[in-house]
């Protein structure tokens, strides 16, 4: 007999584990099936968290009461802010993390979620009603369990396939079995599908490398949590990482042995990530490159093992550890584990509507890199979504569409669902038109309270919102409500012509050089305001004018984004549109004008024509 669900989550990754744990916050009786209960949460790739682009959605998910962020909070050996020279919008939070410590705190917060369940079983078929949509999962021991909602987060493990050299074996990571079954049972939907590449380097022993002559990079002091919430860091020690290069002697040793690489050799076929190219790619496409540069970061506190960043590869082993020998420092170094290349399925993102829902496949919901995406952030900010729009479809509830003017994840799910992948897809801060608006400081402020709505938001970080922008507001106004005339000023130490004109605390702190200690010299009352409160209200400040124009780009693009096109609009029937336009809104299907507009090759008459019949049919 089938157990009844109101979510199933398949998969124990970071989407897996941010779906389960949504779902299961919106009040959703959730299963989240993995193979393996010590392998949730695991670290697969590199051991570290965030990065420019990546930090901001790590911060989002956590405004959502998500659990990345308290994870490496808990798990961090070093924190660093990325780009801290620059503005805040292109600053992004970096952390490594003990992977042991991550898994663990990953474990803790699930185990901790009301309304989930973990199962430790592989899920080989998917059950569809008569009408289509899905209604449950089958397992390998040939039970089947019934769903109001699937959300399939399967990672690199559908119809995966490890290389090393020439030796290639199934595989969705290493030690771990692939989803070949399951892999089937989704080709079976007809769904459009396409085949991508990842890598990873070796493992190296960190005892056999001599770290004398390497630059040292340390964290932060003092470090930078990722959550919100407070005390949620875990208090253990921070190390440094040491960086080291590629030499001449390393890219004429994979030159001579490209033929053996899987990549060069033949043996892959699938897209791999440009952001992240194996070394063989580095050598290939950048032969005037003398030297790249690789970071050895540790992989725990109390774990030898070195990740070195920046030589991901598919060579045979015994050439992985000749050219790892030529790098400074390694000359000696020891190989745990070779590095390998993995390709899998995925599904192209367009088949997809904005929720994450399946277009053609009612009720089944897909995240991280099953539709194209690469990295644990992208994976974990597609899990939430789709975890919640799972339970609020369950819930009959509409679905929540973050959008590209108020977070990170409506940038990234509007450019999968609306231009599709042709490659991993990786999160930077140029993608988002509104970076300036979409911050890693502010994200708690911009999506927390819309999370309560969502009923995705626990009362504790409710509550702690609420305080932190009840604090923001009124110091803002205690603020402009102070002024200074000009040699006052002066005497406080803002930087201010002699004009005579006075000068409110809000202005004064916005200068470009200005410092909150100004502020204190002139209002001795205001010492004791957290650090917290006062980098808010100064960047707020500093940027209030750049803020009041991109708010009212964000009204004119608001008003594209009204116009919702009909899922079942028939492109061929729209006057004016060439054959390439009609093939490319046919296959993206976008759901309002703005999206239609975000489509390569879109023009204005094209855009034009297509509202003009929008409209003529709403009118009819």
């Not at 592989?122 to 019934?146: F, M, N, P, Q, Y």
């Amino acid at each position: 007999m089938a157990v009844l669900w109101d979510v199933i989550v398949i998969g124990g990754g970071h989407a897996g584990c941010e779906a389960g744990a949504a779902a299961a916050r919106h009040g959703a009786r959730t299963l989240l099936i993995t193979h393996s209960w010590n392998d949730v949460g695991a670290l697969s790739c590199n051991p570290a968290i965030g990065g420019l682009g990546k930090g901001h959605l790590v911060r989002e998910v956590d405004a959502l009461d998500g659990l990345m962020g308290r994870a490496i909070d808990q798990a961090g050996i070093q924190f660093r802010v990325l780009n801290r020279s620059k503005g805040p919008a292109v600053q992004g939070p970096r952390a490594q993390a003990d992977r042991g410590l991550y898994r663990s705190a990953m474990r803790r917060l699930l185990a901790e979620q009301s309304n989930l369940t973990v199962m430790e079983e592989a899920v080989v078929g998917l059950r569809r009603s008569g009408e289509g949509a899905i209604t449950g999962v089958c397992l390998s021991d040939g039970r089947e369990l019934k769903a109001g909602a699937v959300v399939l987060t399967a990672g690199t493990f559908l119809r995966g396939v490890m290389h090393v050299g020439d030796k290639a074996e199934p595989g969705g990571r290493l030690g771990d079995p692939a989803a070949d079954h399951l892999g089937r049972s989704l080709a079976a939907l007809k769904l459009p599908m396409g085949r991508l590449k990842t890598g990873t380097p070796a493992r190296l022993d960190g005892r056999t490398i001599d770290y004398r002559g390497l630059a040292a990079q340390s964290g932060d002091e003092p470090s930078e949590p990722f959550s919100y919430l407070p005390g949620t860091l875990g208090g253990q020690a921070q190390v440094a990482c040491h960086i080291t290069h590629t030499t001449p002697s390393t890219h004429a040793l994979i030159r001579a042995n490209l033929v053996r690489s899987a990549l060069y050799g033949g043996a892959i076929s699938g897209i791999g990530p440009r952001y992240c190219p194996s070394i063989e790619d580095k050598v290939v496409k950048f032969p005037d490159r003398e030297r790249h540069q690789v970071f050895l970061e540790p992989e725990g506190l109390d774990d030898p093992t070195v990740y070195p960043n920046g030589v991901s590869t598919s060579l045979p082993a015994d050439v992985q550890t000749a050219f790892l020998r030529t790098l400074p420092g390694l000359e000696k170094v020891e190989v745990l584990r070779p590095g390998y290349a993995i390709e899998y399925d995925m599904v192209d993102p367009r088949a997809l509507r904005p929720s994450l829902e399946v277009r053609q496949v009612p009720g089944l919901f897909l995240a991280g890199q099953v539709i194209g995406t690469t990295g644990y952030e992208e994976a974990a900010g597609l899990g939430l979504v789709a975890g919640l729009n799972a339970a609020r479809r369950v819930g009959d509830s509409p679905p929540w569409v973050p959008r590209r003017t108020e977070s990170y994840l409506g940038v990234m799910i509007d450019d999968l669902v609306t231009r599709g992948v042709d490659e991993p897809y990786r999160m930077f801060t140029s993608r988002a038109e509104y970076r300036l608006h979409l911050r890693a400081d502010n994200a708690d402020r911009r999506l927390t309270a819309l999370g309560v709505e969502l009923g995705v938001v626990g009362s504790e970080r409710a509550r702690v919102t609420a305080d932190k922008v009840a604090a923001v507001e009124a110091l803002t106004r205690l603020l402009s409500n102070r002024n200074l005339t000009p040699s006052e000023a002066r005497q406080a130490g803002f930087v201010v012509n002699d004009d005579g004109q006075r000068r409110d605390g809000l202005t004064l702190l916005g200068l470009p050089e200005a410092r909150w200690e100004e502020v204190v010299r002139a209002w001795p009352d205001l010492a004791p305001t957290p650090r917290v409160l006062t980098e808010v209200v100064r960047t707020d400040a500093r940027y209030r004018g750049y803020l009041a124009r991109q708010e009212s780009d964000i009204r004119a693009y608001e008003r594209d984004e009204a116009l919702a096109l009909p899922d079942s609009l028939d492109y061929s029937q729209v006057g004016s549109l060439s054959t390439e336009l009609r093939t490319k809104l046919s296959a993206a299907r976008p759901a309002t004008l703005g999206a239609a507009a975000r489509l390569p090759g879109m023009t204005p008459a094209a855009l034009t024509a297509l509202l003009r019949y929008v409209k003529k049919g709403r009118a009819a």
